[in-house]
């Protein structure tokens, strides 16, 4: 038993439902209580979508437990083909239904549906959201691919996308272009947009875009084993992902890496002088494995930030996480609770969050700016605009979301120079945020009377006892918020090296120049 | 003497044949509850026990995540939990532990049971027992249930509202006792209006904190002021409480009716009642009255949610002139809405339950210019042309009482308004 205030996945079945809403022509007939249908709204609410996912539920109730909760399954499976006229189904128990074991795969196998019936077993008590997603779209895949003579045209399947993914919509139309600028085709995406009679026709691809491991990477492998389609390793978000991407598909089309990055801002834009403020900043990623393995690359290589934390909430990808965390020389924080995230953040006193929606909040809490990089996703995450985080185009988006919850430019210098400007001061946040600027009193006298709760946070006792002397501290609250963290961080570790354990202004002013760069 | 009962039509719903569905239900679970009694509630944790599914509907449903940390949490049970029941219940000892270690605030702690936690026959009152013992006296360890199995949305609320009910301390006190969440601002008003016409003492279940928990006994009168507590109003009236009969306060008639029910039991005389009510009642008809314009001559269809859709289909008819073609509830207890039911006129189909499916086939073949219903189907409903109102907002909304009576009207009027003021984006979805 584990206390859970937040959760970065769902269960199971809530993955097999995004590859079932993601998908045409499926339908998924889960036994499940009532109450099981609230993950409908995470479709029609958060994705905006115009229909309903193509899920029945059998709706058990207490009296029907000691009863017969099998034929209420076999009745909903029924009726869901007669109104529905599937292609295909997949059928499944959500957690409460493990428990009653009436076996949805072997109940449907009797009933001679004349369309593909798919069981799927997903352990809710072990596994979850992510793991629905992959394990759904690979036993689809299985049932229903063959191998078959390849297109004429090299052409490619991507793979992977499903509904409430993140940014996956425009990330399809980005990838398709990076392809078709190759003169590769797309034969089949998958899960998003496909119908099983699409499935059916994967195996005519020369190969598999894997657009995100989480989501189709058993399909993957199983298609390189059983379809001879290799798949690709690089996940192009950024822009040396990106250019890694396409000579990594061209060498599997074997046509030569074309492509037009006309459109491409993001270089120029972090090179161009405005950014230089960029540099260095400190930066914590938290997310699912992919997306915040190919941040880490365009926060460090791309945007000059240093990567001061990293990690990931899926463990199935812990080993990948870990071997990053090492090349960037920190530690992985491989974990699905939420506390252990904010605890990890608040000790790190990072610059910035790049993290998920529960970051965003962490962030909020903790003063910290947030940009959103990876689901768990929220309605602000489908935006109307075009904003793909892949390809091109992609990497533009990032630099914007990226640079957006930043104090920017010419503020964070005169907030430096000007810090108890009475309506310009720290607290007030950034200028282009909007939100009510709290005014200072003129006769406010700010630095020498610290927000107490701030003043507990930062006279913390830091490592080996190391005591911050009042002068000390009063001069890091001169400090801008947003480089504060470090400056403490630093101080203090230098004074531990040093086996300095009281700081004074002179200690605050020999750090600063030791780690002057 | 003056009356302030409403006019009963030639006929109402009471004895209408109600349309018993059962199939696939598009609802909430009891647990969805725990997302205004946590807040109510300001000393009391919830700890669902259940599986992440539970703590996935609980932060889905919560619609963005609460800023603060959430006085409620879910225990999520493991596969070495379903093992052994033996290691269930120290797991949860341990947790119970852990979290009144971290949050010394917490006074009343309610084990919160699951379908999951149903199903495996994890037995709650007895841990709250145990727990009650171990943490005693600084918490009190309750446990209800507001699994899928057992409650529909708002049942959660009745589930733990009667799970309080066996606690509460014995009084021979003559008083009234109001019963349901109400939103502050509610609750605020109802209590001003009570004391202005004479009516003392008034408690409130649930308090807003354990050391308020009001006392309950022969002389006890009880106004419900939500329409789905069936199962607390029947333990009240076991410990002895008299339960008053009256319409539900949703708009200017129904809390003049149910507030008249009330003053005649506590003898206030008309005049009084009179001069209490008198400019709030005239407030909430002109309120209503502007939102009205939009609904009057329009059709409403109700799919089942709260348990509200009764009181409010009677609100909407007869103060907002709309014509209601279906009232579905997910369970209709005439005892409680009979009232109600008396005042809405004869004609719209009653039905209880749902099979979701069916229904839709109704509702589309009836087009009504309104369908109120859950968020998974409103949508969907909207890009198939009609208009609709989501049904949580309801009960997330102030909407009882004279001066919310407007806002009530006004939340079925906009999806309305809305749909005249856009222009040019057919076929949008």
Redesign the interface.
Known sequence: ???????Y???P??GAMRVATGMRGLHYVLHA??????????F??IE??????PV???????RD?GADTANLFKT?LQ?AYD?FKPQALIVGS???AE??QDDPGGMSETMDLPVPVIPLEL????R?ENFGTDETFFQIVKALARPMERTAHVSANLIGPTGLGFRHRDDIVEVTALLEEMGIGVNVVAPMGATPADITRMGAAHFNVLMYPEHAEAAARWAEKTLGQPYTKVVPIGVGATRDFIAEVAGLAGVPPKFDDSRLRMPWYSQSVDSTYLTGKRVFLFGDATHVKCMARMARDEMGFEVVGLGCYNREFARDIRALAKDYGVEALITDDYLEVEKAIEDLAPEMILGT??ER?IG??LGIPCAVISAPV?VQDFPARYSPVMGWEGANVIFDTLVHPLVMGLEEHLLHMFREDFEFHDEAGASHHGGAAKLRSLDEVPVAEPEPAMAAADAAPAEGNIVWLSDAERELKKIPFFVRGKAKRNTEKFALEKGVTRISVETLYEAKAHYAR | MKDFAPQLPAAGCRNTPVLKER??????????GIIWLHRKMQDAFF?V?G???C???L???A???I?A??RF???????K??AGLAC?NE??D??VG??LARRPDIRQLFLVGS??S???KLDLYRAAERLTQRHAPHVRVLNYSG????T?FTEGEDACLAAMVPTLPDTDERQLLLVGALPDVVEDQALGLLRDMGVAPVRCLPAHRAAETPGIGANTVVALTQPFLNETAAFLERRGARLLSAPFPFGEEGTTAWLWTIAQEFGVDADTFARVTDAPRARARKSVAAAAETLRGKSIFFFPDSQLEIPLARFLTRECGMTAVEVGAPFINKQIVGPDLDLLAEGPVIAEGQDV?LQLERCRAARPDLTVC???????L??EGMATKWAIELVFTPVHLYEQAGDLAGLFARPLRRRALLSGLEGA?
């Open positions: 038993m584990k206390l859970t205030v937040w959760t996945e769902g269960p079945h809530v209580p009532q109450g099981d249908t609230y993950a409908d709204l995470l029609t609410m905006r979508r115009n229909h309903r996912p029945s539920y059998t709706t058990f109730q207490a437990l909903a009726d109104r959500s957690c409460t428990l009653i352990p809710s008590y072990q979850k929606q529960m909040h909020k809490r929220h | 199939g696939q239900r598009e609802v909430f679970c009891g647990l969805t700890l026990v599986s992440r599914t703590a996935h509907l932060q889905s449903a619609g963005v995540m800023f940390e959430p949490g879910t225990a999520i049970l493991e596969e939990d379903l269930a797991e949860l341990r947790e852990r979290l379908c999951p149903e199903v495996i699994s899928g199995i057992e529909t499916d859950g968020l998974g189907l409103a949508n969907p909207e890009a979805a």
